[in-house]
């Protein structure tokens, strides 16, 4: 029986089901769904459907004089609901402290503080993974030597953020050099990103006469340079790892070890994330969906931010799959989209 195919009754039975099993964690008994349903039912008919709800595998049954509880199919039944109802939940969060998407400057501090505000709203983990500097649209940018083999990139978002990040080189440059190419690109390619200039200097090569062709090899090299390190792993911030060890009973211990071993290696974990963006505003991946046996206790919820259609990194919730989805979806939506005009404006 695919889900299309529940009648409504069945559908609001399971819905209830699954919401006040997120509230308790206990299995539920049909006496209760019986006395919380909106509609008039008695108990022996919510039994025949949770029993044709296991059959399906909606639900399953802990011990034989419990109640039932949702398994990943029957979750993802409720929060496909919880979607659907308006595709995604357009709702507000008053924070607090409105004042941190003003701030300008620092992207690094903007990047914590969203992670804490996922954290700290959600009750449990929330991570931002960072966007690649060759994807952001750039007003200023700079090289600076750092040693013989390190060269650091200061960039200038248009929005007036500044992003910092030192990559290998094979190729020895001067200060001068790196100079040279900072002027040149910041003259021809302000309001560009890495990835058009790339392009541009590839293709547009042999039309430079031969005293230009090896500065613009050079700066290919460069970029390729960094290319290539950025192509080998995502950074990501974690907060709010505390929230999650105060719910130790809803994890089995070897599993609980396994997380937190992975929050350690936190470069599977942003290839993981990274994995699932897309241009869905949230998505929500529970237990087996994520293909980690590790993390088959949890729930991710997440969704991206970025500049127009342009795809830039994603944020969201780590939690276990007993979560209040009717405010974490929100909640996940209303950040990405506050991040997103942060990083949009243009002064």
């Known amino acids: 029986m695919r889900s299309t195919t529940l009648r409504e009754k069945d559908r609001l039975i399971l819905n209830l089901i699954v919401e006040s099993y997120l509230k308790s964690g206990k299995p539920i008994s049909s006496e209760l769904i019986a006395q919380r349903s909106s509609i008039a039912v008695s108990s022996a008919t919510v039994r025949n459907i949770m029993v044709k709800l296991e059959k399906h595998e909606f639900l399953s049954q802990p011990h034989t004089s419990a109640g039932r509880v949702p398994t990943d199919k029957g979750l993802r039944f409720y929060v496909n609901s919880l979607l659907a109802q308006a595709r995604v939940p357009d709702k507000q969060i008053d924070f607090p402290a409105d004042d941190i998407w003003l701030a300008r400057g620092d992207f690094n501090a903007l990047l914590n503080q969203v992670s804490s505000i996922l954290a700290e709203y959600s009750d449990n983990l929330g991570f931002v993974l960072y966007p690649r500097i060759s994807k952001i649209n750039f007003h200023h940018v700079r090289f600076i030597k750092i040693s ?47 990835i058009f200039v790339r392009s541009f200097l590839l293709r547009e090569l042999p039309k430079y006469k031969a005293n230009y062709e090896v500065m613009m090899n050079r700066l290919i090299n460069l970029l390729k340079s960094y290319f290539s390190q950025e192509e080998q792993g995502n950074q990501i911030v974690l907060q709010g790892t505390p929230k999650l060890l105060e719910k130790y009973d809803l994890f089995e211990m070897e599993s609980l070890k396994s997380l937190f071993k992975n929050f350690e290696e936190k470069a599977k974990l942003a290839k993981l994330i990274s ?58 939506n209303c950040v990405a989209k506050r991040l997103t005009q942060t990083i949009s404006f243009n002064p």
């Open 148 to 194: 013989e083999d390190k060269v650091m990139i200061i960039l200038v978002t248009m929005s007036n953020f500044v992003l910092t990040q030192i990559f290998r080189t094979d190729t020895y440059f001067t200060q001068v050099e790196l100079d040279k190419a900072s002027q040149y690109i910041n003259q021809s390619f302000a309001g560009k990103n890495f």
């Open 275 to 332: 994995d699932f963006i897309s241009l869905d505003r949230v998505k929500v991946l529970i237990g087996s969906e994520l293909n980690m046996p590790d993390i088959s206790d949890c729930s991710l919820i997440l969704s991206h931010y970025g500049d127009h259609d342009q795809v830039l990194g994603s944020l969201g919730i780590i939690g276990p799959k007993i979560i209040p989805y009717k405010k974490i979806i929100p909640l996940v």
